[in-house]
């Protein structure tokens, strides 16, 4: 999702399906930390904003819109304010 900067799991399809969602992001700063933490047992997606700025709320929605599916979902974001 190159258009929005949000890095999400390579393996969204099956993941998604029957695994609770963490999403977490902020400013890109001097580097874009919350991508590091993006896998196994941490979290679901990051959402990278501009340089010192947090990430916009369409940005975020466009993370969130990646983990909807038809089935029963749980997603959590966690915002640093």
């Keep these: 999702m190159k258009d929005y900067r949000v890095i999400v799991r390579r393996d969204i399809e099956e993941y998604k399906s029957n695994h609770v ?14 991508a590091g933490f993006v896998g196994d047992g941490l979290l679901s997606a990051a959402v990278c904003g501009d340089v010192f700025s947090s990430p916009s709320s369409r940005q975020v929605y466009a993370a969130i819109k990646v983990y909807v599916t038809t089935k029963y979902f749980r997603i959590y974001l966690f915002a640093r304010l």
């Design 21 to 34: 969602t963490i999403i977490s992001g902020g400013g890109s700063g001097h580097e874009p930390s919350h």
